[in-house]
């Protein structure tokens, strides 16, 4: 119990993680794009609190597995397309453009959020065609070492940077990217601050902090015990970083996302996971982000999935009591340092009627 009186409320979390994953709400019907990205949340929220018994993972493999794009043959995989895992099922619906007929794209979010579902749940990543998706992942790539999430007319920033190095990270092959230049691009996209912008040039912000520290971390530009070793020696500005971080915990305790603004409980994981990764997270003041965190839980209304996962694995970076602890570079739960895989079984997650009638 804290000290002001609010507690943890795991049953009531759980529960409605188990509603998110029965049936999506009608407010989430302009979502449906992205149902494999809610998936994720509600998924790894059960892992996180221990609840992934209550749900069935060979519906669950099915049901992710269908999402993957597939070249019809070998020489596809030279066509530019991406064939990593669609984000929704409209995505997979044809598109007709005069006398062109084709398929709207996989996207890299999407296939960090499949790989992470299908490892939480224990799937033998091993049995993907992987080949198709790093083959492919590699023609995302551009020039200045960023990544486009789709293979045309999108934009480029270290969100998706990130994505391709999680993915590399998940198959234990990274023959997907050049990591050198991707190091280059997150390099440049470091400000005079010591935060990231999401591209060069572009003002700090917590989320694009969080991708260009874990995604260096993930390709081995960061190592183990940051804090002990000389400044000289990182690829980024470590100090001048770690101070823009301990900046951004306000007077609430909670974590804001760029100067001058309200906090965000979702910032409690990107910006304390940065620090975290860093070994730096004892600096913050724990107890008062607790505190926060806590007064975040929603009475009456229905909270949002993205701002109740992030809130746990905020708290599971507090170590909170009975939440599993996270591989913070990869934002599932792990043991040891090593990715968390379980046998237990999960199940279906169906939008509403809803949904399906609009797309």
């Not at 449906?32 to 493999?61: C, M, P, W």
């Not at 007077?251 to 994981?269: E, H, I, L, W």
């Not at 591989?327 to 399906?356: F, K, M, Y």
Request: proline letters at 3%; hydrophobic letters at 40%; a negative charge.
């Amino acid at each position: 119990m804290d000290p002001e009186g609010l507690e943890f409320q795991r049953e009531r979390h759980v529960l409605f993680l188990e509603m998110m994953m029965e049936r999506l709400p009608s407010d989430y019907e302009t979502q449906e794009i992205n149902h494999l990205t809610l998936a994720y949340f509600a998924i790894s929220g059960l892992d996180i609190l221990g609840a992934l018994d209550r749900v069935d993972k060979d519906q669950i493999a099915s049901w992710v597995l269908s999402f993957q794009a597939h070249p019809r043959t070998k020489s596809d995989l030279d066509n530019g397309q991406f064939y990593g895992f669609h984000g929704s099922r409209s995505s997979q619906f044809t598109i007709i453009d005069s006398e062109v007929s084709t398929h709207n794209c996989s996207h890299l979010a999407s296939t960090y959020c499949a790989l992470a579902i299908l490892n939480m749940i224990g799937y033998n990543l091993s049995n993907l065609n992987s080949e198709a998706i790093l083959i492919s992942m590699q023609k995302l790539q551009q020039p200045d070492g960023s990544f486009m999430p789709i293979h045309f007319g999108a934009e480029t920033d270290l969100r998706f940077v990130y994505c391709a190095a999680a993915i590399c990270f998940m198959l234990n092959n990274w023959t997907g990217m050049d990591k050198e230049k991707a190091k280059e691009y997150i390099v440049r996209c470091q400000s005079y601050d010591g935060g990231f912008g999401l591209a060069p040039g572009l003002e700090s912000h917590g989320g694009a902090t969080y991708c260009a520290v874990a995604a260096l971390q993930l390709m081995g530009f960061i190592n183990a015990d940051v804090s002990s070793k000389p400044a000289k020696s990182m690829v980024i500005d470590v100090p001048l970083l770690v101070e823009w971080s301990l900046q951004r915990q306000a007077v609430n305790g909670g974590f804001q996302g760029r100067a001058n603004k309200p906090s965000d409980t979702c910032y409690a994981f990107w910006v304390g996971g940065v620090l975290k990764i860093l070994g730096f997270y004892h600096f913050l003041n724990k107890g008062a982000l607790h505190r926060f965190l806590l007064s975040c839980q929603s009475k009456n209304m229905l909270p949002d999935l993205y701002h109740c996962y992030y809130s746990f694995a905020a708290l599971s970076l507090l170590e909170e009591e009975g939440l599993k602890p996270l591989c913070v570079e990869l934002g599932i739960t792990a043991i040891n340092g090593h990715v968390w895989t379980t046998d237990v079984v999960i199940g279906p997650i169906r939008s509403s009627e809803a949904v399906h009638e609009k797309s």
